[in-house]
């Protein structure tokens, strides 16, 4: 079956830059849409950036500009590269794989953001 495997979280300070990725194996499958997620704690999960099959990007606005969302189609990798982190970034990062039908979540890797 999908595994999704996100990881290179950490602490970090403000200003700082992280590299997050996500592998994804298993059934093969088109993907349509890979991107990041995030929830900070008690707030609801968030789109942070995606990036379609075709090299479509979408960015929420609180990151546009400082994250860069990339992938490598050939391995069925996303990579989320953060830069100019600030404290409001603090969250749970969560890989995401859509295809036609299915959706497929990685286990979240933690992203914190302090001095």
């Known amino acids: 079956q999908v595994q999704l495997v996100d990881s290179g979280g950490g602490l970090v300070q403000p200003g700082g830059s992280l590299r997050l990725s996500c592998a994804v194996s298993?059934?093969?499958?088109?993907?349509?849409?890979m991107g990041w997620y995030r929830q900070a704690p008690g707030k609801q999960r968030e789109l942070v950036a995606a990036?379609?099959?075709?090299?479509?990007?979408n960015y929420a606005d609180s990151v546009k500009g400082r994250f860069t969302i990339s992938g490598d189609n050939a391995k069925n990798t996303v990579f989320l590269q953060m830069n100019r982190l600030k404290p409001e970034d603090t969250a749970v990062y969560y890989c995401?794989?859509?295809?036609?039908?299915?959706?497929?979540w990685g286990q979240g890797t933690q992203v914190t953001v302090s001095s």
């Open positions: 995401n794989v859509r295809g036609l039908i299915s959706d497929y």
């Open positions: 298993g059934s093969r499958f088109r993907i349509n849409t």
């Open positions: 990036i379609t099959s075709g090299g479509t990007t």
